[in-house]
């Protein structure tokens, strides 16, 4: 939530500018400070002069017109903080051109984390003309290298030299399926990288191999300094067509693409089977399938891109949008190999999602299944993502994506029922979705027993779902990788494993109706120490603590044969590994027992912030927060257990502490904590 909002007219600050385009000028000594949570709205153009510093740890939107213009002198600087993953500085500029926004703002970056084995870190470029000498002088200047000037940005051969060198640099091409080589043997001052809309690559190992630079270091940030992009001359909507158009991947994707590289050894698609069709890819398999990063220095929302709203609509409604996935670490990479994406982190990590797969599938252009919260369809500034689509949409004028309308100050997508303080946020209609359309959604979310995260799997049923192995047809369906450590396996129609197909699932779809009290089997294969699972229920795309709107119930059936009852909030302790099953609706009480999955209370990290979150039969509750030598450092009482209560520790800092939480009725639950 933003809890302050500046307007500014006029506001000078150390100096004075008569211009018809300049509404704000911050002269020569000036220092400004944009606090979190604080939105400042300047109704016009903007000018720096002489050694003025911008620091922006909140909000600044530029509302111009064309005549307007936002000028940021070479002395000066606009600095674009980041306080913490959930926690960093964003500029909106509206409706002034290009030509009139001159100047660079250093946006400060720090990776969620850094992993793979081979350390290529992805991520956008939102910039304007941003050259390969800027970035290479970005790189090079960052406080978390070691090793100066490493980047090969000069060296395109294709050997191991070249473009196969560790210390290579790579855009994605949407209409090869490859990444294409960043290199000039010309002035590196003249030459783009490439666009704002482009997903890149960039190596944390120089030529011999070591790693040299870390991009998630927690003690620094590295700052990437470019031009903002314009919303109204700038190109920011991107084409949906003719993604791998024309190419054909081989038997498994063993065929090879110009640089002789192996498909199977890069190209990675969540939304279809590597196995499904007997034994090989999907047809659909890497098809149809776009990568894009966002383009602007302010977040964007995804969560209504396949609807037709109106008349607040975003300026999208993409045709047959199957779903949208995002990674949450780097790229590995190696000569023989080509590129591949990261799979799940068994040991957790400091952020609860290292090396995991974000997925959400759409039926009816809704987002309803997969990774669903409300944030997960928000993409920050320097994010990047894929579009699956089900089909090409050939010609169709709305097959693309456009950026402009996207844009949202806060962290958390918009919904169909409140309004915003934030003046760029649009509000979505109540968009109905037919009924057979309607997705109920089972999430089934995995904690280590330091209350990390360190897994999830989904179990998707709708009326129009299809059960069993269907390759191209079953929409709703991801793919987990081989190592993953939660997961369902593809049912049988009547029920239990389908023995024939050896895919993982991240999100697995059955037919409401004729799916209803069988088996989907689920695989727990974690042998480090105890951990336990958490379930949510979702419907329509939103959370439903208080169950499903037909008053269904999924339930579990553990690993001896007994079967739970699950309400939204359940959770339940495991060891070792496990072989479960998951119903909708209660199988044959004759053969059953049932048992109720009682909801607990638990501290848990959360989008890299500690949670508690309630059970069901606490109403009021209060927390306390300790240091470990035992001193009080927070406390708060009355607690409404509605929601989950953010703890309030320094989350910039690293600590230990202790958190207590305390029901009405005096049940108590303690817990330790590493921030």
């Known amino acids: 939530m933003i809890r302050k909002l500046f307007i500014l007219k006029l506001i000078l600050f150390n100096g004075i500018v008569f211009s018809q385009n300049i509404l704000t000028y911050v002269g020569n000594s000036a220092l400004v400070t944009v606090q979190s949570n604080t939105l400042v709205y300047n109704g016009g153009g903007l000018q720096t002069a002489g050694s003025a510093v911008v620091n922006n740890s909140g909000n600044i939107m530029i509302n111009g017109v064309a005549a307007d213009g936002l000028t940021i002198a070479p002395t000066t600087s606009f600095n674009l903080k980041f306080n913490g993953a959930q926690s960093y500085g964003q500029l909106y500029i509206k409706d002034i051109p290009q030509g009139n926004i001159s100047g660079k703002v250093n946006k400060e970056f720090r990776a969620d984390v850094n992993s793979g084995t081979t350390a290529k870190q992805q991520v956008g470029l939102p910039f304007f003309n941003y050259k390969i000498s ?20 000069t060296n395109g051969s294709n050997n191991s030299a070249g473009r196969f060198s560790p210390s290579s640099v790579f855009k994605w091409n949407n209409a090869k399926a490859r990444f294409d080589q960043i290199v000039s043997g010309g002035d590196l001052t ?6 704002a809309l482009d997903y890149y690559i960039i190596p944390r190992r120089n030529s011999a191999g070591t790693v040299v630079w870390d991009a998630a270091n927690t003690s620094n940030v590295t700052t990437f300094s ?9 190109v920011q909507s991107l084409s949906l067509t003719g993604a791998a158009a024309g190419i054909s991947f081989g038997y498994n994707g063993s065929s090879a693409n110009y640089f002789g590289e192996r498909y199977y050894s890069y190209l990675d698609d969540p939304f279809q089977s590597k196995t499904g069709n007997s034994g090989n890819w999907d047809t659909n398999y890497g098809k149809n399938l776009y990568q894009v990063a966002n383009p602007f220095l302010t977040n964007i929302d995804l969560k209504y891109i396949g609807q037709a709203e109106t008349p607040n609509s975003d300026g999208n ?29 068994n040991d957790g990590s400091s952020n609860g999602t290292a090396g995991r797969t974000i997925v959400m599938t759409a039926s009816n252009g809704v987002f309803q299944a997969g990774d669903i919260s409300a944030n997960r ?34 962290n958390a997508s918009r919904n169909n029922t409140t309004d915003t303080t934030n003046p760029t946020s649009r509000k979505a209609d109540d968009t109905d979705i037919p009924a057979d359309k309607i997705v109920k959604q089972l999430a089934v979310i995995m904690y280590d027993s330091d209350s990390l995260e360190i897994g999830r799997t989904y179990y998707a049923i709708s009326p129009s779902a299809i059960t069993g192995n269907n390759p191209g047809n079953t929409l709703l369906q991801a793919y987990n990788s081989d ?27 059955a037919n409401e109706i004729d799916f209803k009290s069988k088996e989907v089997p689920l695989y727990i294969n974690y042998t480090t120490s105890p951990y336990y699972v958490v379930f949510e229920f979702y419907e329509k795309g939103e959370r439903m603590p208080n169950g499903l709107s037909n008053g269904n119930h999924f339930y579990l059936k553990d690993s001896q044969g007994q079967l739970f009852k699950i309400d939204d909030g359940s959770s339940f302790s495991l060891s070792g590994n496990q072989n479960l099953g998951l119903y909708y609706q209660k199988p044959d009480a004759t053969l059953l027992a049932e048992s109720v999955l009682a909801s607990q209370t638990f501290i848990a990290k959360k989008d890299s912030r500690w949670v508690v979150r309630f059970a069901k039969n606490w109403n009021k509750a209060t927390v306390e927060v300790y240091s470990v030598a035992g001193q009080l450092m927070n406390s708060k009482s009355n607690i409404s257990t509605s929601t989950d209560y953010l703890i309030p520790v320094n989350y910039q800092a690293k600590g230990v502490f202790v958190v207590k939480a305390t029901s009405e009725k005096g049940e108590v639950v303690i817990k330790k904590i590493v921030n």
Request: aromatic share 8%.
């Open 377 to 410: 369809l928000i993409i920050k500034p320097m994010g990047e993502f894929m579009i699956k689509l089900s089909t090409d949409n050939g010609s169709n004028t709305a097959s693309k994506i456009d950026f402009t309308a996207l844009r949202r100050f806060s």
């Open 317 to 345: 409604a993409i045709p047959n949008l199957q779903g949208v996935a995002y990674y949450t670490s780097g790229l590995t990479w190696t000569k023989a190999s080509g590129t591949g994406y990261p799979s799940e982190n």
């Open 226 to 234: 470019g031009t903002p992009v314009s919303d109204i001359t700038t």
């Open 134 to 153: 800027d970035l290479v002088s970005n790189i090079t200047n960052s406080p978390s290298n070691t090793a100066g000037n490493y980047l090969n940005v």
């Open 190 to 195: 003249t030459v783009n990288v490439g666009t």
């Open 483 to 509: 190592d993953s450590i939660i997961y369902t396996k593809e049912e049988n129609i009547n029920g239990g494993e389908d023995v024939n197909i050896s895919t993982k699932l991240y999100i697995n779809e």
